[in-house]
């Protein structure tokens, strides 16, 4: 055990846990002395009385996950620079979270974004985004991230694979459970910070290692340092990149639970926007502290002298992903290595945490509510802190079966996400925007969009036995297929919203758009900020064109 790290190294790990546990102690202390007893409100939503800076924080914490991280490395590793576009492009959805999305969750005073669907069109809508999204929970983020987390205490602690995952989930699980949301916030706060400092940590050395800038660009091609490709590149057109990241964005950002409960949880709209905007310069790190480690991994493995060598896997493929833990044991000095583990794990629980509570949140609110609506405050906290038991068993559960699936298919099963998450989009943006778009209209869209991207999900699997027009189909990129997906979505939209079928304004109009729904809350620095943000994003897409 620990065969990788010195002893500084376990002795800054350890202090990180004991951080954690300090803040989550602290945080359940409090809520036991509130008299008032639990209650959903401070459970699920932290009280509703969060600040921007813990709301950005918690954003982009909960969203970089272990396999985030190895992840964008592996990408940078394989030249695959462009899959940064995916982070910077989320600064700017962002602001559409802040600016557009969050007068009209805030005024509604939703605790879930089924709740939303059901307020805007009906319980149908309601009850299919609820199961539509534990599902999906489940079967992708709990267990892969649960996974992730085991292979980082594998590969740089000696852990073996059950025991790291099993660990992994037993502490989340644990202060996740008897905290609620204001717990994950405040350790997702400690937890960017310690993610940065890592990933800071290991960008410097390794480009120290390498000889700096100047040596990394004369050991790479000009494409493995290009945010940009064309319109015929298979994985990142910068059509696909323009026409259909956004889209997925404005689901993953904007109308998924995990995310948005943050915002949800602010003291008011000011605070809830400037969150995002805290959030979405955040965002813009991710290019530097985790792509560019990739790159210069890659750079790195070149050459008789190379100080680091990529594993090849039976097939004689070689294995990118492996670029962050390569790097971590090269270059970094005693105690660097500690921060660095702390950071992967940092990034790992605060994703983890965040899906248990969000999970629960929707079971709880969206759906054992519904059959038990007499239940009491402390009933449904108590029903909340099961669910998450409930889900840690699933999560644990589901990962053995991974292995049992053939030929990428449950890297496949994620990508479904992708595939149906453009009729979202398109119902929650309408919705708002049009007070003429009706139930049925939405109920239409959603199954369609479903159908159409588990039929592409289908070909996509079994393409080697397609041809012709099948084949083509199948071949479609990924974002191209989302942004034609989302057109469908809104043309059905509006052409099956009749006026008669359309909700009295008197039920819709705090949660459609008004001309001056901004007026009474958005500020000069808001504004100021928010400009800064585009422009910070605009100079990175021509520095890295």
Excluded at 92 to 98: F, N, T, Y
Excluded at 459 to 487: C, R, S, T
């Amino acid at each position: 055990m620990f065969k990788n790290m010195a002893t500084l190294d376990i002795g800054v790990l350890a202090l990180y846990f004991l951080v954690i546990f300090g803040v989550a102690i602290y945080f359940f202390i409090q809520r036991i002395r509130n008299r008032k007893g639990p209650n959903t409100n401070s459970y699920f939503l932290g009280g509703r009385d969060l600040s921007w800076w813990v709301i950005g924080a918690s954003l982009f914490a909960s969203n970089i996950g272990s396999e985030h991280l190895i992840g964008l490395a592996g990408a940078g590793a394989a030249g695959d620079f462009a899959a940064g576009q995916f982070e910077i492009l989320a600064s700017i959805i962002l602001l559409i979270l802040g600016w557009f999305f969050v007068p009209f969750y805030m005024r509604s005073g939703v605790y879930t974004m089924p709740e939303f669907l059901q307020k805007r069109y009906s319980t149908w809508a309601r009850d299919y985004l609820s199961w539509l999204s534990i599902v999906a929970y489940v079967l992708t983020k709990i267990a892969v991230t649960i996974a992730a987390g085991a292979i980082v205490f594998k590969t740089l602690l000696g852990v073996s694979f059950w025991s790291g995952a099993l660990l992994i989930v037993i502490i989340t699980g644990a202060y996740t459970i008897l905290g609620g949301l204001k717990v994950v916030v405040y350790t997702d706060f400690v937890q960017m910070i310690i993610l940065l400092l890592g990933s800071i940590a290991l960008t410097w050395f390794s480009l120290e290692a390498l000889g700096g800038w100047g040596e990394l660009k004369s050991l790479t091609k000009p494409n493995d340092l290009s945010l940009w490709r064309n319109a015929g590149d298979p994985d990142f057109p910068w059509t696909g990149i323009l026409l259909g990241a956004p889209i997925l964005g404005v689901w993953y950002w904007c109308t998924d639970q995990f995310i948005v409960q943050r915002v949800l949880a602010g003291k008011n709209e000011k605070q809830a926007r400037l969150g995002t905007i805290f959030g979405g310069f955040l965002k813009l790190l991710p290019l530097f502290l985790f792509v560019l480690p990739g790159v210069i991994a890659l750079a790195l493995a070149q050459g008789p002298d190379a100080l680091i060598e990529f594993p090849v896997e039976a097939d004689g493929s070689v294995d990118h992903d492996a670029a962050l833990p390569l790097l971590t044991l090269a270059v970094l000095p005693v105690g660097f290595k500690g921060l660095v583990v702390a950071g992967l794990l940092a990034a790992l629980m605060s994703s983890l945490s965040s899906v248990f509570n969000s999970c629960s949140t929707i079971f709880t609110l969206d759906i054992y509510r519904k059959y038990v609506p007499s239940a009491s405050e402390k009933k449904l906290v108590y029903v909340g802190q099961i669910a998450t038991v409930i889900l840690v068993i699933l999560g644990i559960a589901w990962i053995p079966l991974m292995s049992f699936i053939e030929g990428g298919l449950f890297q496949k099963l994620q990508s479904i996400q992708a595939y149906i998450s453009p009729p979202i989009a398109a119902v929650f943006l309408f919705g708002i925007l049009s007070r003429r778009v009706t139930d049925k209209a939405a109920k239409i869209a959603l199954i369609t969009g479903a159908l159409l991207g588990a039929i592409r999900l289908g070909l996509e699997i079994g393409q080697e036995h397609l041809q012709g027009v099948l084949l083509d189909f199948a071949k479609i990129n990924f974002l191209h297929f989302a942004f034609m997906l989302f057109v469908i979505c809104s043309v059905i939209l509006f052409i099956f919203s009749k006026p008669k079928d359309a909700k009295p304004l008197t039920e819709i109009s705090v949660i459609t758009w008004q001309k001056n729904v901004l007026k009474s809350t958005s500020s000069t620095k808001e504004v100021v900020l928010s400009v800064a943000l585009c422009l910070s994003v605009l100079i990175l897409w021509i520095v890295f064109k």
